[in-house]
């Protein structure tokens, strides 16, 4: 069997959405190199899942649902893809390049020597065979054509929010193989004594929509109460959580920062967007009161639509913004929420 | 007990990076600086080997241009540098780095665990990381926050990683491989003491002789590099009342169809 192999990410027991981005690019590889495309799902409800990626594409999946593979774990989700890789000598192996994904991708594309390339924007197949594809590098500032190696399999990890999902072929399924782990228990060396999930909260690198703050949420007009450690921080952790959060939900997107804003200590560092944070692409972009220093830029520019929103009309971020807002964000973004659940209809 | 830190020199990061007429990537004037991820690990690598009572040692991959990094992390405290230096090591290709960062590690005595910054900027990518790993055979701990207990003696450690969903507590047999975020630590300056030591500092160069490695073959090759494309369009300014700015702004975005 050659074919494109997909690795689906699962969580709980279910598909991540963004699975259906790596099925797009899998599916052009496919084509391109005249192979079914093989969704690769580990973990609890992995046959369901794998059977129903058929409506995106897939043609066969190869499922594990063994208990060592219950919650991800590097070494034996890796063992068992490069198993995989060395049995069937796919073509491409192909994942969203999340924490997971580009890990997984780089261990087993060292276990066959095989070439990777991730962080993938757009990707095309030479005549030779050889993936051709366009990544970002210097923190984004720049971008660079790679090419892998043909001789073997090449494994691709994309960029979230890059690629299109096919279009949901309603009822279709995948003919689906169930394979045996490679690793027991007891010779995987790491264990999970436990998980905090953030519950409710939109992951940034998903979403569609991001409403982000910089240092000028500290210029909250209300007033921290009496006997908090640090006003300023009260202010603006209470902005953040009360005028940024509320827009970010009506529009059912994700809270970013600035980097200023999380060395400062006013919200955690997960939602720190830029180039010593996370890389978004979204929809949207509200940019709140940040100036847009070139860090910054390097992780928001690929944004489709940028609004900033800001008190000083120099402010470089204007530069990149599709829309420009000259004025008080504690004025301007309440106002913009409310005019929003007037027009959503929420 | 020895810790081994891999790190790089790459552009300040507040430096403008763009392709000239000739191809090359610039940065104009601006200085060489350790990959920023890396303090971080090189932080937690000075703190952890002075808990342990061992030693920290830092190494980079490539040319010359790469010993003021090492020379950065001598000054902020670690004991050690060396730099590996063969005209047959790729270090841009993942593969090829990984195959001499585990020999480089290897041949660093008594060593339980390597720490990566979260990402090199430069090449835009972690994967060298767990790619290193994998060339030693040893555990890989992602986007580590926090180190949680460590026992060298009993070879175990507990961290806490970021992941998308959440924080998730996890322990490991050592020896092992983390790559650690922002969270973990606040890195240190170096002190004036520091920089002039590791300014007379002679860092010992390394062969894929001596590590005992032939080179590998890089899988991947770099075409040619491309400026960003630039924004289209111009900025449209909203004025008004805030309540007119938003009403204007919602119909534009709605214009869009990106709600």
Known sequence: MSAVLVWIETFKGQALNAGREALGAGQLLAERFGVPLTAVVFGPNAAAIGAELGEFGAVNAVVCEDTT?????????????TKLVQEHQPKAVVAIGSSRGRELLAASAADTDSSLLTEVLSLSVRDDGAIQVVRPVYAGKVLSEAVGSAAGTQFVALRGRAFQAPAANAGARASVTTV??????????????????????????????????????????????????????????????????????????????????VDAGYIPYAHQVGQTGKTVSPDVYIACGISGAIQHQAGMRSSRVIVAI????????????????????????????????????? | MQIVVF????????????????????????????????????????????????????????????????????????????????????????????TA?????????GVELVIFGK??????????????AR?????????????????????????????????QVVTSKLPAVLSVTKEINEPRYPSFIGIRKASKAVI????????????????????????????????????GTPEEMATKLVDRLLEEKVL
């Open chain 2, 101 to 109: 960062a585990a020999a480089a590690a290897k041949k660093v005595d």
């Open chain 1, 69 to 81: 593979l219950s919650d991800y774990r590097l070494e034996p989700y890796a063992a068992l893809l």
């Open chain 1, 180 to 261: 045996a782990p490679v690793l027991s228990e007891d010779a995987i060396a790491t264990k999970i004594s436990s998980f905090e999930e953030e519950v409710g909260k939109v992951n940034l690198t998903d979403a569609a929509i991001i409403v982000s703050g910089g240092r000028a949420v500290a210029n909250n007009p209300k007033d921290a109460p009496a006997g908090v450690p640090d006003a300023t921080v009260w202010k603006a952790q209470d902005a953040f959580a009360n005028v940024l959060q509320p827009l970010a939900d009506v529009l059912g997107g994700a809270v970013g920062a600035s980097r200023a804003a």
């Open chain 2, 7 to 98: 790190t790089r020199s790459t552009p300040d990061t507040a430096a403008k990076v763009e392709v000239a007429a000739d191809g090359r990537v610039t940065w104009g004037d601006a200085a060489l600086v350790v990959n920023p991820w890396d303090e971080y690990a090189l932080e937690e690598a000075i703190v952890q080997a002075k808990n342990a009572g061992g030693k920290a040692t830092v190494i980079a991959l490539g040319p010359e241009m790469h010993n003021d990094a090492l020379k950065h992390a001598l000054a902020m405290g670690m004991d050690e540098a060396a730099r590996v230096q063969d005209a047959a090591l790729d270090p841009a290709d993942s593969l090829s780095y990984a």
């Open chain 2, 204 to 239: 010992p160069e390394w062969s894929l002789a001596d590590l005992g490695v032939s080179a590998v073959a890089a899988r991947t090759q770099v075409g040619r590099f491309m400026n960003l494309p630039a924004r289209e369009g111009q900025v449209e300014m909203i004025a």
């Open chain 2, 135 to 167: 060339k030693l055979g040893w555990p890989m701990l992602s986007s580590v926050s926090k180190i949680v207990a460590v026992d060298f003696a009993a070879k175990t450690i507990t961290v806490e990683r970021l992941l998308e969903q959440g924080k």
């Open chain 2, 119 to 132: 990402e090199s900027i430069d090449v835009g990518s972690d994967q060298h990381a767990y790619q290193t």
């Open chain 1, 310 to 346: 800001n008190k000083d009309a120099e402010a470089p971020i204007f530069k990149l913004a599709r829309y420009g807002l000259v004025g008080d964000l504690f004025q301007i973004v309440p106002a913009l929420t409310a005019e929003l659940k007037k027009r959503l209809g929420k």
